[in-house]
C-alpha cells in the first residue's frame, strides 16, 4: 500500500483480491467516519473523483473503486469474465464484502448508477444516502446521443459493433465526452480523458467496452426495480447533474422526484464531467446531504 497527501487528508492507493478480481481502489478519510462510496462511470475510473476526495476525506470515510475494465483493476485471462452490469454489481458487492462496509452513502455517476443501485437495491438496509451525478434511472433520461447504441440494441451485427467503436473507442471521442457542453474547456485537465483513452487501448479491452455498450440495454430492464428502491426508502438524496450532457439529460433528474419528492435536483451549467468544472461545489452540497442522513 502506498499513499501521498493532498489537503491534509491521506489517500491510499491500494487492491483487494476480490470474486477472482484484483480491484484497485483509493482509499481516504478516517474509518470512524460515515462512510461514502464512489462509483465512476465510462469511460473513467476512480480517477475522475481525483480532486474530489481530498474536499470531502475530513468528512467522511472515501471508498472509490476501478470497476473490472476501467481503471487499474486488473482481471486475469483464466477469469473469464463476463462483461455485464450484473458481473460489475457482483464484484462491487464482493468488495464491499471484503473492506467490512456496513452503511455506506453512496454517489454514482454513469455506469455507477446502474452499477450501485443493483447493490442498493440488494442491501437497502446498508444505505444511508444517495448522491446522482448524471448517473441515471429513468428512460426520459437517455438523452439523443444514445441513438447509435440504441441502433446496436437493436441489431447487434458486427458493423453496428464497428460503428460504436467509431464514434466513442478514441481519445477524440473520449475528449468530447469531458468537453462537450462546458462553457470553459481550457479549464479540463488534460490528464483526464488523455489517461481514460490509454488505459482504454489495453489488449482487449475495446472488446470489453463494446459488451457493456450492448448490456446496457439490460439496465432499463432494471429502472423499476431502482425506482422501487428510491420511492420506499426515501433516502437523502441530492440529483446534481451537468445540464449539457448529451447522454443523460435533465429530465431523468427531474424524475427522480416523482419517486422520492424529498431529493434535491439541482442542474448545473456544465456537461457530463461536472466533477472537472464545478467540483467545489459538489462536495460542498455533498456535505450538506449527508449530514442530514447521519
Not at 428502491?229 to 450532457?245: A, C, K, M, Q, Y
Amino acid at each position: 500500500m502506498t499513499s501521498t497527501t493532498h489537503s491534509a487528508a491521506p489517500i491510499s492507493y491500494t487492491f483487494a483480491e476480490v470474486d477472482g478480481v484484483r480491484v484497485f481502489y483509493r482509499e481516504a478519510g478516517e474509518r470512524s467516519n460515515p462512510t461514502l462510496l464512489l462509483l465512476h462511470g465510462f469511460p473513467s475510473s476512480s480517477h475522475q473523483f481525483r480532486q474530489l476526495i481530498p474536499l470531502l476525506a475530513e468528512h467522511f470515510h472515501i471508498v472509490a473503486p476501478d470497476l473490472p475494465g476501467f481503471g487499474f483493476t486488473e482481471v486475469p485471462a483464466e477469469r473469464e469474465y463476463v462483461y455485464t452490469f450484473d458481473a460489475l454489481a457482483e464484484t462491487l458487492g464482493n468488495f464491499v464484502e471484503a473492506l467490512g462496509l456496513k452503511q455506506y452513502a453512496m454517489y454514482v455517476f454513469d455506469y455507477g448508477a446502474p452499477t450501485g443501485l443493483r447493490l442498493a437495491v440488494k442491501h437497502p438496509e446498508r444505505m444511508t444516502a444517495l448522491i446522482s451525478q448524471n448517473g441515471n434511472a429513468y428512460l426520459e433520461g437517455l438523452g439523443d446521443a444514445w441513438a447509435p447504441i440504441r441502433a446496436y440494441w437493436a441489431e447487434p451485427s458486427a458493423a453496428n459493433r464497428q460503428a460504436i467503436a467509431d464514434a466513442v473507442l478514441h481519445l477524440e471521442g473520449t475528449r468530447w465526452q469531458y468537453e462537450h457542453g462546458v462553457s470553459t474547456p481550457d479549464k479540463i485537465a488534460p490528464e483526464s480523458y488523455t489517461l481514460d483513452a490509454l488505459l482504454m487501448e489495453r489488449p482487449g479491452n475495446k472488446e470489453i467496452q463494446l459488451d457493456l455498450f450492448l448490456d446496457y440495454a439490460n439496465n432499463l430492464k432494471r429502472y423499476p426495480e431502482f425506482q422501487r428502491f428510491l420511492r420506499e426508502t426515501s433516502l437523502p438524496t441530492l440529483v446534481i447533474w451537468g445540464r449539457n450532457d448529451p447522454f443523460f439529460i435533465p429530465p431523468g433528474a427531474e424524475a427522480f422526484k416523482r419517486d422520492n419528492p424529498n431529493a434535491v435536483v439541482e442542474l448545473l451549467d456544465t456537461g457530463h464531467f461536472a466533477l472537472e468544472t464545478h467540483v467545489d461545489y459538489i462536495a460542498k452540497r455533498i456535505i450538506e446531504t449527508i449530514r442530514r442522513a447521519v
